[in-house]
């Protein structure tokens, strides 16, 4: 990944034709330069964080996938279980 780069000199005159201070104007810029450096080098480990993290709520999502689909085998068996039960005894009496 390419670093972005801020010329820190075309943005200081800039700020000082509008009226900025030199020093303050030379500041403002270094400190946009250090900004923008320091987040083009940390995107990199965010970007893994996040995928770390998507691929762990895939994981919990077929997790929770999976239990669902038990519990809604186990509701129909007991379903049908008590529904034989019923026809049972419906058919006693």
């Known amino acids: 990944m390419l670093a972005a780069v801020i010329d820190t000199l075309k943005?200081?005159?800039k700020l000082q034709s509008v009226g900025m201070?030199?020093?303050?104007?030379?500041?403002?810029?270094e400190v946009m330069?250090?900004?923008v450096a320091d987040?083009?080098?940390?995107?990199?480990?965010?970007?893994?964080?996040?995928?770390?993290?998507?691929?762990?709520?895939k994981t919990t999502s077929s997790r929770i996938e999976s239990?669902?689909?038990?519990?809604l085998?186990?509701?129909i068996v007991?379903?049908?279980?008590?529904m034989e039960q019923k026809r049972q005894r419906d058919q006693k009496q």
């Open 39 to 57: 987040r083009s080098c940390k995107t990199p480990v965010v970007v893994a964080a996040l995928r770390g993290d998507v691929i762990e709520l």
């Open 67 to 71: 239990l669902l689909g038990k519990i």
């Open 33 to 35: 330069a250090e900004t």
């Open 11 to 13: 943005v200081s005159h």
């Open 21 to 29: 201070p030199r020093k303050q104007a030379e500041a403002v810029a």
């Open 78 to 82: 007991l379903h049908q279980n008590d």
């Open 73 to 75: 085998e186990s509701q």
